[in-house]
Each structure stands twice: as C-alpha cells, then as structure tokens.
C-alpha cells in the first residue's frame, strides 16, 4: 500500500522560508514523479511543482524563482523548498504520486 506523508508546514512570517519533505513508502520511488499541490480555502487545488523520475522539474508560475522542487531516492523523500513566501502562499500543501496523495501539511503566511 503506497503512503505520503508530508512534513514541514507551519507559520511563518512573509519573506521567510520552509522546507516540506514527503517520504513515500510502497512503491519504486525511484520510478516515479512526484508532485506539491497546495489547496487554500475557498479554492481549487492547484499544482505547485513536479519532479520527474530523471529529476526534471516544472513550476507554476506564481512560485518560480522562489519555490525548488527536490528529490532523494536514496531516502524515498521529495522536498519542497520554499524561499521569499508571501501571504498568498498560505494553503495545505499536498504530495501526490499517480493517483495516491498525502494526508497534507498546513503552511501559514503570516505577521
């Protein structure tokens, strides 16, 4: 059974940092992309970034510069490394393989 469990949320101030990890489990992690979606009240759930099994990445526009996707396979472990955040950024952030998704992390951007 494939499991994603996200770490690393929390409040932080605009500006500031936060690095998201998702450790997988069940699955050839190697094999597979990985991807943070990020869902905030009242909206859709959106894709923020992607890593492809050959570690290519793909970013939405509203977090290209400042937000870096990452992936361990020694560690079955993708990161999402989060400079400059902005208020805007506040949302339940979400790692996704296939069809499997975490449980979330709440990020809050805040002063």
């Known amino acids: 059974q494939v499991q994603l469990v996200e770490s690393g949320g929390g409040l932080v101030q605009p500006g500031g940092s936060l690095r998201l990890s998702c450790v997988a489990s069940?699955?050839?992690?190697?094999?597979?992309?990985m991807g943070w979606y990020r869902q905030a009240p009242g909206k859709e759930r959106e894709l923020v970034a992607r890593?492809?099994?050959?570690?290519?990445?793909n970013y939405a526009d509203s977090v290209k510069g400042r937000f870096t996707i990452s992936r361990d396979n020694a560690k079955n472990t993708v990161y999402l490394q989060m400079n400059s955040l902005k208020f805007e950024d506040t949302a339940v952030y979400f790692c996704?393989?296939?069809?499997?998704w975490g449980q979330g992390t709440q990020v809050t951007v805040s002063s």
């Open positions: 996704k393989s296939g069809s499997w």
């Open positions: 069940g699955m050839i992690f190697r094999l597979n992309a």
């Open positions: 890593i492809s099994s050959g570690f290519r990445s």
